[in-house]
């Protein structure tokens, strides 16, 4: 049994790379999102590990209204959840107020 992650930019970092699987599942979503950071395919694995990478393919998801319903529905995420994992990602400082 995998240990649950309750460390908010964990899940940010682990919904980004959902997003990545659903770009790289759509060969013109891929090709567009590769021409627009500029990263080819060959290191598109090394740069997954990159925050900041992560980030930039947030962005993208999020820069789309069909995308990120798309993506919500693919990976069975409410979009309030992806727009979270956005700003998590986005501002470093960014930690969830918790009662």
């Given amino acids: 049994m995998k240990k649950p992650v309750h460390n908010p930019r964990e899940v940010a970092e ?3 790379i959902q997003a990545l699987g659903f ?4 060969p013109e979503r891929l090709g567009l999102f590769l021409a627009e950071t500029g990263i080819g ?3 598109l694995r090394n740069a997954a590990s990159n925050p ?3 980030a930039s393919v ?3 998801v ?3 209204d069909a995308t ?3 993506f919500a529905r693919a990976s069975e995420l409410h979009p309030t959840n992806i727009a979270a994992a956005h700003q998590a990602l986005g501002d470093p400082k960014w930690e969830r107020d918790v009662p």
Avoid at 23 to 26: E, S, T
């Fill in 14 to 16: 682990i919904v980004a």
């Fill in 58 to 60: 947030l962005d993208f």
């Fill in 68 to 70: 990120v319903k798309a």
């Fill in 41 to 43: 395919p060959e290191t």
């Fill in 52 to 54: 900041q990478f992560l």
């Fill in 62 to 64: 999020m820069r789309d």
């Fill in 23 to 26: 770009i790289a599942g759509d």
